[in-house]
């Protein structure tokens, strides 16, 4: 609109000059005078159009943004916190992706995107603190890597599980299709239609992109009341939900063998039939970065936004 009202302007003023000259203008000269006219109104268009369209973002504003939707202020004390780059970045393009790892950091590059929101850690401890690998060579690399191509690492974890709805939990159940079994009440507490362990474990390979996974319990058993637990809350926060729940199932991200796996195999001993599966931490967890890719696309218009699958570190034989 405010490009239309300009040409307007521009022509009026043109033929209020047009007016004011001798009454010898010719024809040829009136056509040649709104050529320039339209011309200068096609130049202007560009950025006009441009500007209109798109807004420059920083990578300070979209964290505000999100942490916005979470809470009306900033948690005190976080781990969601800036591990490269500055607030003040005029964002290019964006990656979401589990974890920030060199790999990663280098499709960025190649992406022409300078903002990754990674859900984990990216300097190999939960709080990302550095102190401790100021003299290893990995280190020193990634945080090369990090400021020759001045990438911003945004870690969106507490956040992200604080979000309404959780942003892991939802991306999980919408790719498994469980959106309608979960409980308003007990978000972690499911009702699916009954399968087999086998079954299951199949759907959840596929569905989730996941080659292996490991199990306790008879693969014949029948599973309908399911307790499902992304990434690590910690094998007592694990086990008080098996105890309470009492689920056919839990399937959980990853746990300390010595805690919940052991608790699973004496409640089998014990009488109780209770299986365990474990997804591992990205094959639970991934699909939080999926959502993020949703939401930036949604909130952020106009930024090119990529997620990338930063894989499992792990090969099985």
């Keep these: 609109m405010f490009q239309f009202c300009l040409r307007l302007i521009i022509l009026g003023y043109s033929f209020k000059s047009l007016d004011m ?3 010898h203008t010719t024809r040829r000269q009136f056509i040649t005078e709104i050529a320039k006219v339209t011309a200068a109104g096609v130049i202007l268009a560009g950025p006009i159009t441009a500007f209109g369209n798109s807004k420059a973002w920083t990578v300070g504003e979209i964290m505000d943004l ?5 809470t009306d202020t900033p948690f005190a004390q976080t781990v969601d ?5 500055d607030r003040s970045t005029v964002v290019k393009g964006i990656v979401t992706t589990m974890f920030a790892t060199i790999p990663i950091i280098r499709k960025t590059i190649e992406l022409g995107a300078n903002f990754i929101i990674a859900h984990e850690p990216t300097f190999y401890s939960h709080t990302d603190k550095t102190d401790w690998l100021e003299n290893d060579e990995t280190y020193k690399y990634k945080r090369k890597l990090l400021q020759d191509h001045n990438i911003a690492i945004w870690r969106n974890h507490d956040y992200m599980h604080s979000h309404k709805p959780d942003g892991v939990f939802e991306g999980v159940l919408t790719k498994l299709g469980w959106t309608k079994f979960a409980q308003p009440s007990s978000p972690w507490n499911l009702e699916i239609p009954a399968v087999t362990l086998s079954e299951l474990i199949s759907t959840l390979k596929q569905k989730l992109s996941i080659k292996t996974l490991r199990y306790i319990g008879d693969e014949k058993q029948l599973c309908k009341k399911v307790l499902m637990m992304p990434g690590a ?3 007592e926060r694990q086990i008080k ?5 009492k689920p056919d199932v839990a399937i959980l991200g990853e746990l300390d063998e010595w805690e919940t796996a052991e608790y699973i195999r004496d409640t089998q001993a014990s009488g109780r039939n209770v299986s365990l599966i474990l997804l591992g931490h990205i094959g639970s967890e991934d699909a939080g970065s999926e959502y993020m890719l949703k939401w930036l696309n949604e909130k952020v218009p106009g930024i090119k936004v990529n997620y990338l699958d930063s894989t499992s570190p792990f090969a099985y034989k």
């Design 66 to 70: 999100f942490i916005r939707e979470t």
């Design 81 to 85: 916190t800036l591990k490269a780059g």
């Design 233 to 235: 809350p910690g094998g």
């Design 21 to 23: 000259r001798s009454n």
């Design 241 to 245: 939900a098996i105890s309470e729940l």
